[in-house]
């Protein structure tokens, strides 16, 4: 009688999961297995494919340009998570704050809004204000007496450029799972730490900020995955200029693969991009057992 | 201690910068919509405004007019959005349901193994659902796209964590009078995750309207794409003296995220905070 109702119970079970798991299979688990046999061959289909080892790897680790597009990638992931974080961190702060009820619900809407927006839009109205001469950071720059900055222009400030315009549309996603953090912080805790320490900022790193990081750990390695995959912000200010400043992965995983059909290469590069997500977030478990409170 | 009169100056101090930040995150909605209904000619005068300067819909008008099939791509949005966001409230509240309630060998290192789906990027399926579109044909149809999305890790985690804040007490008696599982799940557990699902629903609405590397990847030709890559499309056709044209094309595709935004903001921000604090 029991093992029958088990065993209801788990058909049941199987057949629930059944849509989702199978869409699953197809459309991540086995692509995400080819894209990996790929990454180890020379995918051409009229010729025939055939194994070339780690050749792929070694190409994209020996490559110039690879490895500066590489450094481009892992140096926007580096400004725009801790932009992202801290500034997010600080506007939580500043909204966990006592204040009137309306003024907090019309903040939280405008620093939301950019969230929502896709990148792709945002990224086009930011390209004309970031323009050199007609651009509309430029012309009160000059107006206030500035010298105006050649903001997507120049190889020494694209990416910051970017990094910039990052900020300004993700840190309000972080900010209100902050909020939320900041909401958990018991209040005795919070109270008794007003008694025993002088300045804010002290309670903040003694007693808030080591309560509420395993949101902080979640927020950076959600923040690393996005930014590592950063795509159309660039191809729509830059196209990845000037030259390869601004240059992604994924921009060269889409041209290697879909203009120059260097499949295998292109497979390799995104099994690098999906190592360094596990690196990120494997090093965040660690982490996370050995600081956090439990 | 002379604390309390300088604590409220800090905080008025803080919500002066608060503010004046706030208008700088608005600030670029207010441009794009004010330009939108410049004249063309005037599209670069300065100063820039951020108030609409009259209510002419020439621009709008414009858009429809031009050679690229904007109806037909705003129609290819909808159908995407819908098809995705209607998919993954079936599946990932079906899976969600298994996984928070029943038990069933290997139950745990399923869920595991979907759990892991949240660190795979686009990037590393790409390129052979690209090859595989183009096998099957569902290359430069917008329906492929939606059928990529018609699951996620996310909503199955989100539902399923939703649901086990959630008493079982109903779900367990109705059990003992001889309710079958899926009788119980429709009409008792679907009901009690209405928040969750709303908030699911428009999280993935607004996140596929969205998409653009995998849109830019799968659909090629103008008939078959989504928004966000025609507007990059419509930027180069429309060159500099049309800029305010573009800007038009952009209002409307920024349109309904931000209608749902301002009508259901509440649900939005709590989802984003759900999904947050999973540990």
């Known amino acids: 009688m029991r093992s029958d109702l088990a065993k209801v119970q788990a058909r049941a079970g199987y057949l ?78 500043a909204l966990n704050r006592a204040m009137p009820a309306f003024m907090l619900y019309l903040f939280r809407l405008a620093y939301f809004l950019p969230v929502i927006i896709a990148a792709a839009f945002v990224s086009i109205v930011w390209g004309y204000f970031y323009g050199d001469d007609l651009g509309v950071i430029n ?16 190889s020494r400030t694209a990416m910051m450029s970017i990094v910039i315009m990052d900020i300004w549309k993700n840190t309000g996603f972080f900010m209100i799972i902050f909020i939320a953090a900041l909401q ?25 900020l080591p309560w509420i990081s395993p949101v902080v750990f979640f927020a950076i390695v959600y923040a690393s995955i996005g930014a590592l995959q950063v795509y159309e912000s660039i191809v729509i200010l830059t196209r990845g200029g000037p030259g390869d400043a601004t240059r992604s992965m994924s921009i060269y995983i889409v041209e290697e693969a879909f203009d120059n059909f260097e499949i295998g290469y292109a497979a390799s590069i995104s099994v690098i991009m999906t190592l360094v997500i596990l690196v990120i977030t494997g090093a965040q478990q660690l982490a996370s057992r050995r600081w956090v409170r439990q | 201690m002379h604390t309390k009169a300088a604590k409220r100056w800090v905080d008025r101090l803080i919500i002066a910068v608060m503010a004046i930040l706030a208008v700088f995150m608005v600030l670029p909605f207010a441009w794009l919509f004010s330009m939108s209904f410049r004249a063309p000619g005037e599209a670069y ?18 858009v429809l007019h031009s050679s690229v099939p904007f109806l037909r791509i705003y129609w290819n949005s909808i159908q995407v959005a819908v098809l995705v966001t209607l998919g993954q409230l079936i599946t990932c509240t079906l899976a ?14 399923l869920f595991f193994v979907m759990l892991i789906g949240l660190m795979f990027p ?7 659902i690209y090859l595989g579109f183009a096998k099957v044909g569902l290359l430069n149809h917008p329906i492929g796209l939606a059928l990529m999305y018609l699951t996620s890790s996310f909503g199955v985690f989100l539902v399923r964590q939703f649901m086990r804040s959630q008493p079982r007490a109903l779900e367990e008696a109705a059990l003992m009078d001889g309710a079958g599982y899926f009788k119980i799940f429709y009409r008792i557990s679907l009901p009690q995750l209405r928040p969750a699902l709303s908030a699911l629903g428009i999280i993935t609405f607004t996140q596929t309207w969205n998409y653009y590397f995998q849109a830019r990847v799968l659909l090629e030709p103008q008939q078959s794409m989504t928004l966000p890559i025609a507007m990059d499309l419509l930027r180069g056709y429309m060159a500099s003296g049309n800029l305010s044209v573009v800007m038009a094309a952009m209002s409307m595709a920024v349109l309904p995220v931000i209608l749902i935004f301002l009508l259901a903001q509440k649900l939005v921000i709590e989802g984003v905070a759900m999904s947050g604090i999973k540990h």
Not at chain 1, 184 to 208: E, H, K, L
Not at chain 2, 96 to 109: E, I, N, Y
């Open chain 1, 139 to 154: 012309y009160y720059l000059i107006h206030l007496g500035l010298p105006p900055v050649h903001w997507l222009t120049s």
């Open chain 2, 45 to 62: 005068k300065m100063p820039p405004s951020f108030l609409p300067p009259s209510l002419n819909f020439r621009n709008y008008a414009a």
């Open chain 2, 96 to 109: 969600a349901f298994a996984f928070a309630r029943l038990k069933f060998p290997g139950r745990d290192s």
């Open chain 1, 184 to 208: 958990g912080v018991p209040r005795n805790i919070m109270d008794a730490a007003i008694m025993d320490t002088r300045s804010y900022w002290r309670r903040f790193f003694r007693i808030v």
């Open chain 1, 16 to 93: 629930f999961i059944l849509p989702s798991f199978a869409l699953y299979t197809i459309f991540v688990l086995a692509p995400v297995i080819v894209t990996f046999v790929l990454s180890f061959t020379y995918y051409d289909p009229m010729a025939g494919s055939h194994w070339v080892g780690l050749e792929n790897f070694m190409r994209f680790f020996t490559g110039d340009r690879s490895l500066q597009i590489f450094g481009n990638t892992l140096c926007f992931a580096l400004f725009a998570v801790s932009g992202n974080v801290v500034v997010g961190l600080l506007l939580a702060l």
């Open chain 2, 122 to 128: 686009a990037q590393v399926t790409i390129i052979p």
